[in-house]
């Protein structure tokens, strides 16, 4: 029973000594100079969209997949198509991936997945006037956005 109390009591010193650090944690970034800030932990670099949806296509929303990758979604305005890629920031072995587009009303997705070293997609479909559901995954860490990107004319469907 003594052990047990005397752990609970240096669990509980512990953790006042924790929270003291983290509390003084945001001064003492503030005064490292920027230039060590800037140095300090270097970041993924992100995916640059790759030109694979084709001409006409150019980027109206991105995700970032967590540190692995960023989905793209596209728009082709002569067409009136969308385009989804999902690209990974380091290629490399092939992984799962997938790249997913869709909409609600008529329910209507697709989806190319698979095991691919640089990206999934593209894929394609016609969403004049309806807002769009696209997705990314790669390698179980998945971003998009749900209803977004939505025409401005309602559709002829």
């Not at 003291?20 to 995916?47: D, N, S």
């Not at 970032?64 to 728009?75: E, P, R, W």
């Not at 067409?79 to 890629?85: A, E, H, P, S, Y």
Request: with cysteine; hydrophobic share 45%.
């Amino acid at each position: 029973m003594i052990d047990i109390r005397r752990a609970a009591a240096i669990g509980a010193a512990v953790t006042a000594t924790a929270c003291a650090a983290v509390a003084l944690a945001p001064a003492a970034v503030a005064a490292e100079p920027a230039a060590q800030r800037a140095t300090a932990a270097p970041k993924a670099a992100a995916a640059q969209y790759n030109g694979v949806c084709g001409s006409g296509y150019a980027v109206v929303n991105s995700a970032q997949i967590g540190t692995k990758g960023t989905v793209f979604l596209t728009y082709n305005s002569a067409t009136g198509k969308n385009c989804v890629v999902a690209i990974r920031n380091k290629p490399g072995k092939a992984v799962h991936m997938t790249a997913s587009l869709g909409f609600a009303s008529p329910t209507t997705t697709v989806t190319d997945t698979g095991y691919f070293t640089t990206y999934a997609g593209p894929v394609y479909l016609d969403a004049r006037g309806l807002c769009v559901t696209w997705r990314g995954e790669i390698s179980g860490e998945v971003a998009g956005k749900n209803g977004t990107n939505c025409g401005s004319l309602a559709a002829n469907r």
